[in-house]
T-cell receptor
Framework: SAVISQKPSRDICQRGTSLTIQCQVDSQVTMMFWYRQQPGQSLTLIAT?????????ESGFVIDKFPISRPNLTFSTLTVSNMSPEDSSIYLC???????????FGSGTRLTVV | EDKVVQSPLSLVVHEGDTVTLNCSYE??????LLWYKQEKKAPTFLFMLTSSGIEKKSGRLSSILDKKELFSILNITATQTGDSAIYLC???????????FGQGTRLTINP
């Protein structure tokens, strides 16, 4: 299965600022997924990042708030823009597994907005 | 709208007990269903289920899928304190290849 390096592991940010989260995969993958997990909640898909095209956003998420880059088949970034305390969450990237192995997740970024 | 419901939402048992966690789903274009264990931030993969009625086992954990009744169960026998975690199920949507997560079951094993 793929190995994903996600940075930063955690951060505390001031409201109104932006944070960019990076995910580096050790193999080429077509699709990368970005999830948010708010405190006490389950994982919610933000968007699917495809190389060479615009990301596909889920209902309730917009590009201005969560811009995504996918410059190549091994790397993606998610930016959380103009942050408010409601953006305090764990953010996770994920890629599909091979054959009968499930999707692999990055180690996660715990974001606290103060 | 795709929907995944897990039950119970929370479960507290004693070490050595056996637990059964439930996952029911209503999704368009179902491909497979995944089970994950989440202890800190990143979920760790447990099982992928694609065919009905075929039990998958890994040590004390096992899982099975019923595609007719649209549910899956995860069993843990002889529970240990290290099994304490949130257990998540997630169907894979064919085509989009995205996962739709249930709310999770928070399992607590007391010594």
């Amino acid at each position: 299965s793929a190995v994903i390096s996600q940075k930063p592991s955690r951060d505390i940010c001031q409201r109104g600022t932006s944070l960019t989260i990076q995910c580096q995969v050790d193999s080429q993958v077509t699709m990368m997924f970005w999830y948010r997990q708010q405190p006490g909640q389950s994982l919610t898909l933000i968007a699917t990042a495809n190389q060479g095209s615009e990301a596909t956003y889920e209902s309730g998420f917009v590009i201005d708030k969560f811009p995504i880059s996918r410059p190549n088949l091994t790397f993606s970034t998610l930016t959380v823009s103009n942050m408010s305390p409601e953006d305090s969450s764990i953010y996770l990237c994920s890629v599909a597994g091979q054959d009968n192995y499930g999707y692999t997740f990055g180690s996660g970024t715990r974001l606290t907005v103060v | 709208e795709d929907k995944v419901v897990q039950s119970p939402l929370s479960l507290v048992v004693h070490e050595g007990d056996t637990v059964t966690l439930n996952c029911s789903y209503e999704v368009t274009n179902f491909r497979s269903l995944l089970w994950y264990k989440q202890e800190k931030k990143a979920p760790t993969f447990l099982f992928m289920l694609t065919s009905s009625g075929i039990e998958k086992k890994s040590g004390r954990l096992s899982s099975i899928l019923d595609k007719k009744e649209l549910f899956s169960i995860l069993n843990i026998t002889a529970t240990q304190t290290g099994d304490s975690a949130i257990y998540l199920c997630a169907p894979i949507i064919q085509g989009a290849q995205k996962l739709v997560f249930g709310q999770g079951t928070r399992l607590t094993i007391n010594p």
